[in-house]
């Protein structure tokens, strides 16, 4: 499919498509799920873009609206198919709408075939492993068509377009898939195997970044760290990065089995390489980490936490954690709560164990009560709270450089933006201010973010 889908018939697809919609057409984008997800719809809102359309700010304004969806717990699934089923209103009102559905959802089993008979107002729906294909979709369905295709395996697709959310903070994929198979995840199954960019690739897409202004680059992939097999070989293209003088550099997801030695040296070494690292634990206990499939222990965890530490004293910790597991106990839901005090995490996300069809944990009895599970994290999340809070408190006095991302919500006086650590800072300032790096000293600390005034 991929050498049959050149850029001529890209072109030609593209051609056709803007001949068909005619001046004016705009698209709305939403998206859901993680970074991956983020980064797929400004790939799409390129590609969109190359169509003829233009970006609209709501799915009112639309001619064509996409979804990006996620499937990693049973309420991101719900939640997107309930706001599929709202564009069927839409529609009623505005015949013409198109209606576009992809991502990771879409490449389970059978979905593609529930969509295409239980929700025909759907025009065009894709997976994750066909985005490149949208063109041609979308011109099948400005024909009269349905542009319904779901392929089962991915390459690699170099020189696509994007329409970048931000001009001064931008995601860049090194790698895509997971090979884990961690026993709870569905995201092997939708995302297919991994594989890597080449190196050349990322440094020639970083250095286009940096010389449009770009002052933060995020490395993205399901387990960066396993970037063509290893983590000497990341390391080796952070480090390649970080001579390229983009001021700030930072990556996620981590996987702890694959931290290595190298990577661990890099956080003490390389200049702009932020203060900040994502790395989901899951679970305290060891055998629920085996039951998991992660093949790391407790106590191999904390070793690399405190190695991380010895290198760079400051770095912020965050993490994943899924409460609930099936066969989860009390005590080995303690063993997570001590974890969390052992390491103090920055912030969690916390989850309830949702089942997902396919995977090796949906098959394992569960018999720990709904209630109980919800008791555990929101003692889990009380836990956190008082760590963050701490983590907060613990920055009152220091001159942070904040990378200013926005205007507050609640007053145009006020910015947001980040420390290296990846904490939240609002100060007294404007618009004007957004995109570029203030040092800031910090005054206070909230609930969830940081107070400071500039020096
Ligand atoms: N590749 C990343 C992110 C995976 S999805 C990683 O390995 O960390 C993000 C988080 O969702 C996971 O870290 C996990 O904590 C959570 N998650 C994944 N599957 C889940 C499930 N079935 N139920 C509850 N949480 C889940
Ligand atoms: Fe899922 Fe595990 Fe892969 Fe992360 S590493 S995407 S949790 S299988
Ligand atoms: Fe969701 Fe797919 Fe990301 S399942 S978490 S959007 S990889």
Not at 50 to 62: L, P, Q, W
Not at 126 to 155: M, P, W
Not at 256 to 267: M, Q
Request: a negative charge.
């Amino acid at each position: 499919m991929e050498q049959e889908y050149d850029r001529f018939s890209r072109e030609m697809d593209a051609r056709a498509v803007r001949d068909a919609i005619g001046e004016g057409k705009k698209y709305h984008i939403v998206v859901y799920g993680c970074q991956m997800n983020v980064r797929d719809g400004e790939t799409a809102a390129g590609l969109l873009e190359e169509m003829g359309f233009s970006r609209a700010e709501s799915r009112e304004d639309a001619d064509l609206v996409l979804f990006e969806t996620c499937c990693v717990r049973e309420n991101a699934e719900n939640r997107a198919l309930g706001n599929v089923i709202w564009l069927k209103e839409l529609k009623r009102d505005k015949p013409d709408l198109l209606i576009a559905v992809g991502g990771c959802m879409m490449q389970e089993p059978g979905m593609a075939e529930r969509i295409r008979k239980m929700y025909p107002f759907v025009d065009i729906v894709f997976g994750t492993h066909n985005l490149y294909r949208l063109r041609h979709l979308v011109r099948e369905a400005v024909e009269g068509r349905r542009g319904i295709e779901i392929l089962g395996e991915g390459g690699l697709q170099e020189g696509l377009p994007a329409v970048r959310q931000s001009s001064f903070s931008a995601f860049v994929n090194i790698m895509y898939g997971c090979n884990n198979f961690c026993s709870y995840c569905i995201v092997p199954y939708v995302r297919g195997r991994e594989r890597s960019r080449a190196q050349e690739d990322i440094l020639e897409e970083a250095r286009r970044l940096r010389d449009s202004g770009v002052q933060e680059i995020t490395l993205l992939g399901q387990n960066v760290n396993s970037y063509q097999g290893g983590g000497a070989a990341f390391a080796e293209l952070l480090r390649r990065l970080d001579e390229m003088g983009i001021p700030r550099i930072r990556f996620m997801t981590s996987h702890p089995k694959d931290l290595s030695d190298e990577l661990i040296a890099a956080f003490g070494s390389l200049k702009h390489l932020c203060g900040h690292l994502h790395l989901p634990v899951q679970s305290g206990s060891d055998r629920i980490l085996r039951e998991m499939n992660r093949h790391y222990t407790r106590e191999k965890y904390l070793s690399l936490v405190e190695r991380l530490r010895a290198v760079r004293p400051d770095i912020g910790l965050t993490t994943d954690i899924i409460v609930g597991f099936p066969g989860e106990t009390e005590e080995e839901f303690r063993e997570t709560l001590s974890l969390c005090r052992e390491v103090r995490y920055d912030a969690a996300f916390t989850f309830i164990y949702s089942p997902r069809q396919g995977t090796r944990a949906a098959s394992m009895p569960d018999d720990t009560p709904a209630a109980e599970k919800t008791r555990r994290i929101e003692e889990l999340i009380a836990l956190q709270h008082e760590h963050t809070a701490s983590a907060l408190a613990s920055q009152v006095g220091r001159v942070e450089r904040v990378l200013v991302e926005g205007v507050s919500e609640r007053s145009s006086e006020t910015v947001m933006g980040k420390t290296s650590r990846f904490l939240a800072v609002n100060f007294p300032g404007k618009a004007d201010l957004v995109g570029s790096f203030v040092d800031v000293r910090i005054t206070g600390a909230g609930r969830n973010t940081l107070r400071g005034e500039r020096v």
